[in-house]
């Protein structure tokens, strides 16, 4: 079974600065997908940044991009500039040859103005 | 294009009563899929639907149901409900589902409290 670590339960960070969110996950799979999704107090989950296993190239997103390390299964988000509007859950998120997404368990990200 | 939407937004029950919790997935989506989060957590994956047909189950006891109608909307059941089911339920739309990796949009949930 897929399992994903998020070993930093919070981080925070001033605002304009930059910040990375750390993921490693473990599967014998070798096509799957990964994915950041943002949850604000709102609830919504909101998803941020997908990278296809395939793709040697990490993906980005505006402000937002990843440190694909795929013989290390680690999935890592970099913010930059980070803004107030950032700041939410993060989670972690794999997906192989099913239908689930198996979720890690978070980062709380606090940014400081 | 309206997103994917779930009613109601909170809904408190006591132990052993049954519930229902309602999604709409975005225009065009044909697959549903159903999350739990429990407080603190990640949210653990229960049911997908694709054309009406279950396409996968998490590990939950069978006092959790679903079904997708025609129209693609779906409806999670959980009977005799335990304090343990409190959280907060999430629906998941695909544009496709079943063994596709199309991208998951979710909806803003619904919190259940069961006292």
């Known amino acids: 079974a897929q399992t994903v670590t998020q070993s930093q339960p919070e981080m925070s960070v001033q605002e304009a600065e930059t910040v990375t969110l750390s993921c490693t996950y473990d599967t014998s799979e070798s096509d799957y997908y990964l994915f950041w999704y943002k949850q604000p107090p709102s609830r919504q989950m909101i998803l941020v940044i997908r990278q296809e296993a395939y793709k040697q190239q990490n993906a980005t997103e505006n402000r937002f991009s990843v440190n694909f390390q795929k013989a290390a299964k680690s999935f890592s988000l970099k913010i930059s500039d980070s803004q107030l509007g950032d700041a939410a859950m993060y989670f972690c998120?794999?997906?192989?040859?099913?239908?689930?997404?198996?979720f890690g368990k978070g980062t709380k990200l606090t940014v400081n103005p | 294009d309206a997103g994917v939407t779930q009613s109601p937004t909170h809904l408190i029950k006591t132990r052993g009563q049954q519930v229902t919790l309602r999604c709409s997935p975005i225009s065009g989506h044909k697959s549903v899929s159903w999350y739990q989060q429990v407080l603190g957590q990640g949210p653990q994956f229960i049911f997908q639907y694709y054309e009406k047909e279950e396409r996968g189950r998490g590990n939950f006891p069978d006092r959790f149901s679903a079904r997708q109608f025609p129209n693609y909307s779906s409806e999670l059941n959980v009977n005799a409900l335990l304090l343990g089911d409190s959280a907060l339920y999430l629906c998941?739309?695909?544009?496709?589902?079943?063994?596709?990796?199309?991208?998951?949009?979710f909806g803003p949930g619904t919190r259940l409290t069961v006292l």
């Open positions: 998120a794999f997906q192989g040859g099913s239908e689930k997404l198996v």
């Open positions: 998941a739309s695909i544009r496709r589902g079943g063994w596709s990796t199309d991208t998951q949009y």
